[in-house]
């Protein structure tokens, strides 16, 4: 009995990976394209190639993406488990992962050069509302399955 209870929280957990990355995925062509890229080519003209996208690249984006979704389910799901599943854990776990996962990102590449800082709020702020809506997307989701 435990072992059909055991598979079947990882298969809802698979499930929300998979749902909320289709929210991830969006959001991430939309900012890349219409925001980081244009920049990028601009502030980093000299750099062959820079921000290009070909099909080995879209690929790459894929699996970052997915592993991206996983993060921030699980790290949701974390603080749900000590926290309560509510809208203020998710905003919680959407702004935790946005530091690790988008913040130091960027901080690090205005740091080293490699884009304006004026430029970095943007995809700051952005990317934080990804996150937070990606929680948030768990946290209907976790609650709909538990």
Do not use: C
């Not at 890349?32 to 879209?58: Q, T």
């Not at 530091?99 to 130091?104: K, Q, R, T």
């Not at 996150?131 to 768990?138: K, L, R």
């Amino acid at each position: 009995m435990s072992n059909v209870i055991e598979n079947q929280v990882i298969k809802n957990f698979i499930i929300i990976v998979l749902i909320t990355s289709i929210w991830i995925n969006i959001s991430e062509v939309f900012r890349y394209f219409l925001i980081v890229m244009p920049e990028m080519k601009s502030f980093l003209h000299m750099v062959p190639n820079v921000a290009d996208m070909n099909l080995g690249i879209f690929a790459l984006w894929g699996i970052w993406d997915t592993v991206l979704s996983t993060l921030v389910v699980f790290s949701f799901w974390l603080m749900a488990e000590k926290f309560g599943y509510s809208k203020k854990t998710a905003l919680w776990a959407g702004t935790f992962s946005w530091f690790w996962l988008f913040f130091m990102f960027w901080f690090a590449s205005a740091n080293m050069g490699l884009s304006s800082w004026s430029f970095v709020v943007i995809p700051m702020i952005l990317s934080w509302i990804e996150m937070s809506i990606a929680s948030y997307i768990a946290l209907i989701l976790f609650k709909r399955w538990r």
